[in-house]
């Protein structure tokens, strides 16, 4: 925070020193914008400026941009396009010190090989964070540019992200100084003259007003988290994350057929899993042997107008249901289990047409069955309990006739707050560096729980559900996978019917177990708009996160032709949009996970 203050602060600096450039239209290095009338010459003059002071001349073409001596679309193109060369040229120069300093005994003996490869490493792993890091962090962009090229770090990554960062950082100091910083001067200029007064004062208005709008520990708290958020690809928001592939999806949509082909990649959904898919008709495409076995309830209808709901006679037939199935290992007809008596064996329950994990249950015993019930307006799925520790996601594909290929390995890890006899739950999370970034998940699921003081050594188990949203890690498993996994998905495809495409939820005793492929229970298969989720792993980045999907979505397409040519209809994209407001209508998905 005191980094952004001062990046503040030396941007005020910056716009006291472009006062005259503003009035007399000279840029730094003596560039007068008065006698130059081409908009691509006065591009080339803000261009050439950033290269002698590049934060004042971006501030000097907003303000030229705000009194009309410019044009906005001038400004932001000669500021932008100077700062992307300018940043490309810093790592150059990095990297043409690199070949005769590395020569030299003296830098030999101070950055070894090894050295020079541990940095490398860490700007191609992070280089996107560097980037985005130096753009707001003042003085950090020349050390970080030239150490860049100056270890050899990967120059199309650096490229590309140094692209993306001048492209969203242009536009918002150039159209902000333009929307805000002639209003500024002028009223500043109004009651405190043109004194370097003016300036000091400036730049004390703008720390005291960040200081009280960020005055509140939980505000401070959330902008960092958030930052952390930010940085890491795997919470990126859904915009960002598939935003940059759609003109790749479009033209592979045109290519195959559109959203009938991808529809008809797994028939065993109308729509191939696209949109509310059916959970227990995703499991009934496997033998029993390899599921979860499950039963699905669904909810009466009130009326056309009014949402759906259950009833308790409803309630009490899915109980009868669930005392019915072999499964259960209890009587739960005997009036004691209709109290808050504890079954043997647990239950989940969670909506038929569920995602990211939201609203499933745990269930242990009557009352709490009874409970999940009332509160849900949308068709429930009631799935035997299955406790083993290890649960993967196994991306899967195969066309007719094909052997299944295992395409990807999730391995989800859950989280565990360990007690120290002295820091209540919500410490514990707060204070570690990977619960923090999903606190608010944890804290609302534990709710006044939060507050306990688990004894010294106890691990409190803080998600159920293996889903990357209610908090799961998920990182790259092919540490698991073996010819033993492999043949397991086979035998578990073989036999599916209309299954083709997607992930495969499924939960082994243990690793040692998933590893021998024995004893995988599908928790559930979830269709073509799936993803490999080892993409989230944190270590992957944007990149290679796109990389993997392009992969898997070129199979579907590929898998979905093939169908079509042998009868399977699809869906238009119409009906497809016709299921998802019907499917939006009921699934009302707004409860945490347990």
Excluded at 288 to 300: C, D, L, M, N, S
Aim: some cysteine; overall charge positive.
């Amino acid at each position: 925070m005191i980094l952004f203050l001062a990046n503040v602060l030396a941007c005020i600096s910056s716009v006291s020193a472009t006062l005259v450039a503003t009035e007399s239209t000279v840029l730094p290095g003596g560039f007068d914008l008065s006698s130059i009338s081409n908009p691509w010459l006065q591009a080339l003059a803000l261009m050439l400026g950033t290269f002698i002071l590049e934060d004042t001349t971006a501030i000097a073409a907003g303000l030229l941009a705000h009194n009309g001596t410019i044009s906005m679309p001038v400004a932001i193109l000669g500021t932008g396009v100077g700062i992307y060369i300018g940043d490309l040229a810093l790592y150059v120069m990095g990297a043409a010190a690199a070949r005769g300093a590395k020569g030299t005994g003296w830098i030999r003996k101070r950055l070894p090989e090894a050295r020079l490869a541990q940095l490398k490493g860490w700007l191609d792993r992070g280089s996107w964070k560097a980037v985005f890091l130096t753009r707001v962090i003042s003085g950090t962009r020349l050390p970080v540019y030239l150490g860049a090229g100056f270890v050899g770090a990967g120059f199309a990554g650096f490229a590309l992200w140094t692209a993306v960062a001048v492209a969203l950082w242009t536009p918002l100091v150039v159209g902000g100084t333009a929307l805000v910083g002639g209003s500024l001067i002028a009223w500043l200029e109004q009651h405190l003259g043109r004194s370097w007064t003016t300036w000091i004062v400036a730049a004390i208005v703008v720390f005291i007003t960040l200081h009280l709008l960020l005055k509140s520990w939980r505000h401070r708290r959330a902008i960092f988290i958030a930052t952390l958020r930010a940085l890491r690809f795997e919470f990126w928001p859904n915009w960002a994350v598939y935003g940059p592939l759609l003109p790749w999806f479009a033209w592979q949509s045109l290519r195959f057929g559109g959203a009938r082909t991808l529809t008809a990649t797994n028939p065993c959904w109308p729509d191939g899993g696209a949109v509310g898919e059916s959970k227990l008709e995703g499991l009934g495409a496997f033998d029993a042997e390899f599921t979860a076995p499950a039963f699905r309830v669904i909810p009466a209808q009130i009326s056309e107008k009014a949402l759906p709901n259950f009833t308790d006679a409803l309630i009490e037939n899915a109980l009868a249901q669930l005392a019915a199935q072999p499964w259960t290992g209890a009587d739960f007809s005997r009036p004691s289990e209709s109290s808050t008596t504890p079954w043997p064996r647990p239950v989940i329950v969670k909506p038929d047409s569920g995602q990211r994990g939201i609203a499933v249950k745990l269930v242990r015993d009557a009352n709490a069955f009874r409970a999940v019930f009332r509160a849900s307006h949308a068709p429930l799925l009631v799935q035997r309990y299955e406790d083993g520790s290890c649960e993967v996601g196994l991306f899967v594909m195969r066309a007719e006739g094909e052997r299944a290929r295992l395409f990807a390995i999730c391995e989800k890890r859950f989280p565990f707050a360990i007690g120290d006899g002295r820091a209540s739950l919500r410490e514990i999370i707060m204070r570690d560096r990977r619960l923090r970034l999903q606190e608010r998940v944890f804290l609302t699921r534990l709710g006044d729980e939060a507050d306990r003081i688990p004894a010294e050594g106890e691990r409190v188990r803080l998600a159920n559900a293996g889903n990357h949203a209610q908090g799961c890690l998920f990182v790259d498993g092919e540490r698991l996978r073996t010819p033993a996994l492999e043949a397991w998905v086979e035998r578990a495809c073989e036999s599916a019917h209309g299954f083709h495409y997607g992930r495969l939820d499924v939960r082994f005793a243990d690793e040692s177990t998933c590893m021998r492929g024995e004893g995988g229970v599908i928790l559930e298969a979830n269709g073509i708009l799936s993803e490999a989720t080892n993409m989230y792993d944190p270590s992957f980045g944007a990149l290679r996160a796109w990389g993997i999907m392009r992969s898997h979505w070129r199979e579907a397409f590929r898998i979905g032709a093939k169908n079509r040519a042998r009868g399977v209809p699809g869906m238009a994209l119409l009906a497809v949009l016709r299921r998802w407001r019907a499917w939006r209508r009921t699934a009302r998905l707004t409860e945490h996970a347990d």
